[in-house]
C-alpha cells in the first residue's frame, strides 16, 4: 500500500495534499488547454471544421499566446 493511499484513506481524502494536488492538476489541465487552442487557433476555419472544432468557442475559451 502507498503513501498516498493510506494516508487519504485514514484521513478521508481531504488533507491539505490531496487538495493541494487536485489544484495542481487543474492549473496544468487549464494551461494545456490553452497551449492546444493556440495551436487549433493557426489552423484555418475549413480544417477546425473538419475536425469538429469551432474557431469562436476555442477564442471564448483562450489560448497560451492571447489574453495575457
Same mark, same amino acid.
Given at each position: 500500500?502507498?503513501? #498516498?493511499?493510506?494516508?487519504?484513506?485514514?484521513?478521508?481524502?481531504?488533507?491539505?495534499?490531496?487538495?493541494?494536488? /487536485?489544484?495542481?492538476? $487543474? #492549473?496544468?489541465?487549464?494551461?494545456?488547454?490553452?497551449?492546444?487552442?493556440?495551436? =487549433? =487557433?493557426?489552423? /484555418? /476555419?475549413?480544417? =477546425? #471544421? #473538419?475536425?469538429?472544432? /469551432?474557431?469562436?468557442? =476555442?477564442?471564448? $475559451?483562450?489560448?497560451?499566446?492571447?489574453?495575457?
Amino acid at each position: 500500500m502507498s503513501i #498516498a493511499t493510506t494516508t487519504s484513506t485514514r484521513i478521508g481524502g481531504n488533507s491539505f495534499m490531496r487538495r493541494a494536488l /487536485d489544484r495542481m492538476i $487543474e #492549473a496544468r489541465t487549464i494551461q494545456a488547454r490553452r497551449y492546444v487552442n493556440g495551436y =487549433l =487557433l493557426s489552423l /484555418d /476555419d475549413a480544417t =477546425l #471544421a #473538419a475536425h469538429g472544432y /469551432d474557431r469562436k468557442q =476555442l477564442e471564448r $475559451e483562450g489560448s497560451a499566446s492571447g489574453g495575457f
